[in-house]
């Protein structure tokens, strides 16, 4: 594959191999409004640049938001930031590596949310975790009533924090609070605090279930493609965990011939270097035969995912006495194709398990 080089600060791959990383199911899974999606697909074919198409479509939503808000219609508003926030996670994607221009556009990713943060009601919070001599990143969203317990969100080498805020809906709908987590290697974490994939990452994400239980009686995790591998480890050693959902997660990852994987896995990383990257994947792995889930356990898997396969996901059943598997035949990675179906299957899931656990901890 031959990389074209763009004046907008690194590497694109070319543009057909962007949209098969970022395909519309997972656009529109992530909260791109749809017409955008469209927008996308005509500039990319007349020769725009990825990010400069997306930048383009936020800066228009961007100026509606900011229009609705001076004329007094906060809703609109708050909408308009968020399919902001979205079109400009997919611009920063274009770029794998850390620089200049994927952490610019990052920084504004991160400003239209804080302004979409600031109408909601309840306002989101930003949350700055101490950790490893730097500071993890998240947003904190809060239920109108006392939650239920709190789900931490996360993702793994490419959607992070806030690209998971339709997931967040559906929580908040159901009671819930949600601390949607950018973790060693990710996000702001990494782009702002050098926190990378080296440090323990079980410790780093049992940093934010500590913030989770100040806000709810129970925590849950809900990781996303590799996320998933760090929800299932940081289940297996901390026992506060009351319920962990695993999507499309390998139990031991490996370096595969996908260009997109082997980039993203050495920025979160910090080196190219793919028997270090390899190595590093071996110390994180889930480990049979070691690690044990003591709470409730859901695994989703796609039969269409053409990155993780369904043995890969089986050590994470084996380790828990309580387990579900949920299987779409025809599912993507990360199920992108039963976006609506999916996430409001794994919100009933986490609701039950903590109405569940409220009522044991009555009896």
């Known amino acids: ?37 469209l927008a996308m697909r005509r500039s990319t074919a007349d020769g725009i640049a990825w990010d400069k198409a997306a930048e383009a479509l936020a800066t228009a939503q961007l100026e509606r938001a900011r229009a609705a808000e001076r004329g007094g219609h906060p809703v609109t508003a708050f909408a308009a930031y968020r399919a902001a926030a979205a079109d400009l996670l997919f611009a920063q994607m274009a770029f794998n590596f850390d620089c200049a221009r994927k952490r610019s556009l990052y920084e504004a990713f991160t400003d239209a949310v804080g302004r979409a943060a600031a109408l909601a009601d309840p306002p ?164 049979p035969g070691v690690d044990r889930i003591r709470c409730p356990l859901l695994v989703l898997h796609g039969g269409a995912d053409p990155i993780v396969r369904l043995d890969q996901q089986q050590p994470f059943l084996d380790a828990a006495h309580d387990a579900t598997l949920r299987v779409w035949e025809d599912g993507e990675h990360t199920i992108y194709n039963h976006a609506q179906e999916r996430t409001a299957y794994v919100a009933d899931w986490f609701a039950d398990r903590f109405h569940h656990t409220a009522a044991g901890d009555v009896m």
Do not use: K
Request: hydrophobic share 45%; charged share 20%.
């Open 124 to 287: 989101w919070r930003r949350e700055h975790i101490p950790f490893a001599g730097g500071r993890m990143n998240g947003w904190l969203l809060r239920p109108a009533a006392t939650p239920i317990g709190a789900v931490i969100v996360f993702g793994g080498q490419s959607g992070w924090g806030a690209a998971y805020l339709p997931q967040a809906d559906a929580l908040l709908r159901r009671g819930m609070a949600v601390l949607l987590a950018e973790g060693p290697g990710q996000g702001e974490s990494r782009l702002r605090h050098g926190i990378l994939l080296d440090v323990d990452v079980r410790a780093a994400y049992s940093a934010f279930v500590d913030r989770a239980l100040t806000v709810a009686p129970r925590a849950g995790l809900w990781g996303n493609s590799l996320g998933g591998l760090y929800a299932a480890t940081t289940a297996a050693a901390d026992h506060r965990v009351s319920a962990v959902c695993v999507n499309s997660a390998p139990a031991q990852p490996r370096l595969q011939r996908f260009r997109t994987f082997v980039e993203q896995a050495a920025a979160m990383l910090g080196t190219s270097d793919p028997d270090a990257i390899q190595a590093n994947f071996d110390r994180i792995a889930f480990r």
């Open 1 to 37: 594959m031959t990389d074209v080089h763009t004046s907008t600060g690194g590497p694109h791959a070319p543009i057909e191999a962007l949209w098969r990383a970022m395909p519309v199911t997972r656009m529109l899974d992530n909260g791109v409004d749809y017409a955008d999606v």
